[in-house]
């Protein structure tokens, strides 16, 4: 099994590249099967959850091409097979987004309930409720969801709770269902405006998408498009509280600084200096950062996904920060960890209360899930001595070639078998 050893102490100073968005690009590689014609889909991050796509996507009858990893082509002339089994749907969550666009192309759709995972139980009940407004007859036998309608009716459709991937997949397939279809509450997260705008690329009669309002009217049929994935706002988060947390001065490019309001409005918060262009954000922060409290929530408020990483950069900042995590119940996992590295962190529930300490010791640590790898490095970037981290098959499905970028601005940062 690979393990990230890092040598701490050293301040990330230069510049990287960001890759396309992970969350982005999953539910858009899965509107490819709402159309018999050619997805083009550029910027697509090498990371293990896009493979795992691409083979659940190319089993279910799609032929796929690619010249580069992020240049992918995808034609499901015909849907072969109409069923996600457990082996794929366990290892990535996102499989459920075949679901939508699965049934509202072929009338039938078969995919493993996906179980809890290490962050939280993650029930789907939203994705199927709203799929049975529009009229599909849903059974849940031997741990899969049967999904048949001969044809999705638009419908309104309130949300019990704001679902990112829920409201993708009940768009995907509105965009084939006769009628108009309402999602309210909907995620008004960046990368459901960027699946929508694929979706009108293909065809799609699509408004709304970005507000908690969105309004489907269903065509008879999409067309090939194009389209180039937007830029990940986590990947570039993470970055930026790594340079924040140890001291350092960092320019990434081909991002969006529009999507990332709440985390640099915490980062400005923390000390650091920000400038941004269109597609461009540097940091520097001179000086110890300052503790930041940090509440998660649905976009636009702070995003779940960057709670663990800011949890490291508290536990060596000036004062005490109070993290309440509100979207999973079991987020918290990497505080055990940074306790190992000696952190001064205390939990009550959902909220964990960080002390911040001069400095980290480097520790053996595991990571458990995607960001609390991503907070282990960063821990590992400011502790002293060496941190060794264990179980960074978690990283690898969400950080397209980390270690590389975190080495070209100055990281002692290596993988080891
Ligand atoms: N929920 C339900 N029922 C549902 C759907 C969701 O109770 O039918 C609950 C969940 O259990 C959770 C809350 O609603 O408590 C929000 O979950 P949501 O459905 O929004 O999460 P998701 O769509 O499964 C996506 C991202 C996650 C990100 C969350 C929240 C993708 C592929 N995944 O998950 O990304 O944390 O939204 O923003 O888009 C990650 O990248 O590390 C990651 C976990």
């Known amino acids: 099994m690979h393990k990230l050893i890092i040598q701490g102490g050293n301040p990330l100073r230069g510049e990287i590249k960001i890759s396309g968005a992970k969350n982005a690009a999953l539910p858009v590689l899965c509107a490819a099967l709402l159309t018999s014609g050619t997805l083009k889909v550029q910027n697509l991050p090498d990371l293990n959850d896009v493979t795992t796509m691409l083979s659940l996507l190319k089993e279910m009858g799609t032929s796929i091409s690619t010249n580069n990893h992020s240049d992918v082509e995808l034609t499901a002339t015909h849907l072969s097979k109409l069923v996600a089994p457990y082996e794929m749907v366990k290892t990535m969550r996102a499989a459920i987004l075949v679901l939508g666009p699965m049934l509202a192309r072929s009338g039938e759709a078969t995919i493993s309930l996906p179980g809890g995972c290490a962050i939280g139980m993650r029930p789907v009940d939203q994705h199927i409720k709203g799929l049975q407004s529009m009229g599909a007859d849903i059974k849940i036998e031997h741990g899969y969801i049967h999904a048949v309608a001969k044809q999705l009716q638009g419908a309104r459709i309130v949300m019990d709770m704001i679902t990112v991937t829920g409201t993708e997949n009940l768009m995907m397939a509105a965009t084939l269902a006769t009628g108009t279809t309402v999602l309210e509450n909907a995620a008004r997260e960046p990368e459901v405006v960027d699946l929508a705008s694929c979706l009108i690329a293909m ?29 990940d706002r986590i990947e570039t988060g993470t970055f930026l509280v790594a340079a924040a947390a140890s001291r350092g001065e960092i320019h990434l490019l081909g991002t969006q600084t529009n999507s990332l309001d709440a985390v640099l409005d915490k980062l400005s918060e923390a000390g650091a200096s920000i400038e941004s262009g269109n597609d461009w954000i540097s940091l520097k922060m001179k ?11 649905p976009y636009p408020a702070f995003p779940t996904d960057m709670q663990a990483q800011f949890m490291s950069m508290n536990c060596v900042a000036d004062g005490t920060a109070i993290i309440t995590e509100t979207i999973f119940e079991n987020r918290l996992m990497h505080v055990q960890e940074l306790k190992r590295m000696n952190a001064n962190i205390k939990v009550e529930g959902n909220t964990a209360i960080v002390h911040g300490i001069p400095q980290l010791d480097g520790a053996d640590v595991m990571a458990t899930d995607l960001r609390a790898s991503a907070s282990l ?15 960074i098959y978690h990283l690898d499905r969400g950080y397209e070639r980390i270690e590389e970028k975190l080495s070209q601005v100055g990281a002692q940062i290596k993988r080891t078998n």
Do not use: C, F, W, Y
Not at 287 to 297: D, E, F, L, W
Not at 377 to 391: C, P, Y
């Open 377 to 391: 490095i960063i821990a590992g970037l400011v502790a002293q001595g060496e941190t060794s981290i264990d179980r």
């Open 287 to 297: 000086g110890k950062p300052k503790s930041v409290n940090i509440r998660t929530a």
């Open 203 to 231: 065809g799609a009669k699509i408004h709304g998408a970005g507000s908690d309002i969105i309004t489907i009217e269903g065509v008879k049929s999409l067309h090939s498009a194009e389209h180039r994935v937007m830029p």
